[in-house]
């Protein structure tokens, strides 16, 4: 049993935690946080030992009748790999504990490409990542795009992308977040970061992105252009996508036209959260015109590196090859609607 710690127990390092204790090779180590919120309380309901990410912070745990199964050094120590899902930036000064433990670590896409050894997408580059000790899970867009381009790249060829993605403002919880009544080009300057974070993972692609923030916290949406470099119809395409075990190509009639019908869709179909965890991408939408492939995708952006980061850790630690761990995931998951 591969023994995983997580920490940082916010938006990501929640539902990896349980993602984790579902997989029937991997003991959830236990998780770290800085303070005593619902979160640590529900962690502890849930049976997860519960470690103090700040030493300092510790009697504010004991204040707020919280049980600590220790300090974050000790979960890092007990851990066979770390998955760290702290806020940007916090990862980068986290790498020095986790070197001092020989634990490798898997970071979040809110870091940079230069931090690790390797950016990581199940589908696309697993291998890559297989015994390095420091690796990114690309972000929630990113990983959004990757899975799109694999089977797009391999069966038709692609001269290039050209994808706008419309962002959500803010996660649901994140209430300092905006805009509030607003539609804000971000970055007003081409191109968005987005593209060049695709090229960590296929660093051969021709991709722009651009990108906007709006006041929604649902999803993201990609309207996404691909110069094809094969023929291909609006069929063929299609079929290539319902193949992907993490792509969902919601179908005509189903009556889903947006993020809230989606949304609702996965709480009905009794997702944790309502958790979106495969890319879902309209099948009407799907269009050809000459060489050109046109589609809109929404994004979960809370939930769609989860299955990633299982995957990551089995490529960390060596013990599965991308198709076995793909599928043992997705199977502990439920995944697929
Ligand atoms: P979050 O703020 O919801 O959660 C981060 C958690 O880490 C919080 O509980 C915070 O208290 C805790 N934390 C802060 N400092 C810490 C420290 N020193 N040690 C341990 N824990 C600490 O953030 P999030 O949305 O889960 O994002 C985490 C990472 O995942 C970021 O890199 C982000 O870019 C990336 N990411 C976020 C999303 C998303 O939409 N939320 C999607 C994909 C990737």
């Given at each position: 049993?591969?023994?995983?710690?997580?920490?940082?127990?916010?938006?990501?390092?929640?539902?990896?935690?349980?993602?984790?204790?579902?997989?029937?090779?991997?003991?959830?180590?236990?998780?770290?946080?800085?303070?005593?919120?619902?979160?640590?309380?529900?962690?502890?309901?849930?049976?997860?030992?519960?470690?103090?990410?700040?030493?300092?912070?510790?009697?504010?745990?004991?204040?707020?009748?919280?049980?600590?199964?220790?300090?974050?050094?000790?979960?890092?120590?007990?851990?066979?790999?770390?998955?760290?899902?702290?806020?940007?930036?916090?990862?980068?000064?986290?790498?020095?504990?986790?070197?001092?433990?020989?634990?490798?670590?898997?970071?979040?896409?809110?870091?940079?490409?230069?931090?690790?050894?390797?950016?990581?997408?199940?589908?696309?580059?697993?291998?890559?990542?297989?015994?390095?000790?420091?690796?990114?899970?690309?972000?929630?867009?990113?990983?959004?795009?990757?899975?799109?381009?694999?089977?797009?790249?391999?069966?038709?060829?692609?001269?290039?992308?050209?994808?706008?993605?419309?962002?959500?403002?803010?996660?649901?919880?994140?209430?300092?977040?905006?805009?509030?009544?607003?539609?804000?080009?971000?970055?007003?300057?081409?191109?968005?970061?987005?593209?060049?974070?695709?090229?960590?993972?296929?660093?051969?692609?021709?991709?722009?992105?651009?990108?906007?923030?709006?006041?929604?916290?649902?999803?993201?949406?990609?309207?996404?252009?691909?110069?094809?470099?094969?023929?291909?119809?609006?069929?063929?395409?299609?079929?290539?996508?319902?193949?992907?075990?993490?792509?969902?190509?919601?179908?005509?009639?189903?009556?889903?036209?947006?993020?809230?019908?989606?949304?609702?869709?996965?709480?009905?179909?009794?997702?944790?959260?309502?958790?979106?965890?495969?890319?879902?991408?309209?099948?009407?939408?799907?269009a050809v015109a000459g060489s050109d492939l046109y589609l809109f995708q929404a994004i979960g952006q809370e939930s769609d590196v989860v299955p990633e980061n299982v995957d990551a850790v089995r490529a960390v630690a060596g013990t599965d090859d991308a198709e076995t761990s793909i599928e043992r995931t997705n199977d502990a998951l439920g995944m697929g609607f």
């Amino acid at each position: 049993m591969l023994q995983v710690g997580v920490n940082g127990y916010g938006t990501i390092g929640k539902r990896v935690a349980d993602a984790i204790t579902a997989q029937p090779d991997m003991e959830l180590a236990g998780v770290a946080k800085t303070r005593p919120n619902f979160e640590a309380e529900q962690a502890v309901k849930n049976g997860y030992p519960l470690f103090a990410a700040v030493p300092e912070r510790v009697p504010r745990f004991e204040e707020a009748g919280i049980d600590l199964a220790g300090e974050v050094e000790a979960l890092v120590d007990r851990s066979d790999v770390v998955v760290d899902a702290t806020p940007s930036g916090i990862g980068a000064e986290n790498k020095e504990l986790y070197d001092a433990h020989g634990t490798p670590a898997l970071y979040q896409g809110g870091e940079d490409a230069e931090l690790v050894d390797a950016s990581f997408n199940a589908r696309s580059n697993f291998s890559e990542a297989v015994g390095r000790d420091h690796v990114r899970v690309v972000s929630c867009n990113t990983t959004g795009l990757s899975r799109l381009v694999a089977p797009i790249e391999e069966t038709f060829g692609i001269e290039k992308v050209r994808a706008t993605l419309v962002r959500r403002g803010g996660d649901p919880s994140q209430s300092s977040r905006g805009p509030i009544n607003d539609v804000l080009p971000d970055p007003i300057s081409l191109p968005s970061h987005h593209g060049p974070d695709v090229k960590t993972i296929f660093p051969d692609l021709a991709i722009d992105t651009l990108g906007l923030k709006v006041p929604a916290t649902l999803t993201h949406t990609h309207s996404v252009n691909v110069s094809l470099a094969g023929e291909a119809s609006a069929a063929e395409v299609r079929e290539t996508l319902e193949d992907e075990s993490r792509l969902f190509v919601i179908s005509e009639g189903s009556g889903i036209e947006g993020s809230g019908a989606l949304k609702e869709f996965a709480l009905d179909a009794g997702r944790p959260r309502g958790d979106l965890w495969e890319n879902c991408i309209w099948g009407e939408s799907i269009a050809v015109a000459g060489s050109d492939l046109y589609l809109f995708q929404a994004i979960g952006q809370e939930s769609d590196v989860v299955p990633e980061n299982v995957d990551a850790v089995r490529a960390v630690a060596g013990t599965d090859d991308a198709e076995t761990s793909i599928e043992r995931t997705n199977d502990a998951l439920g995944m697929g609607f």
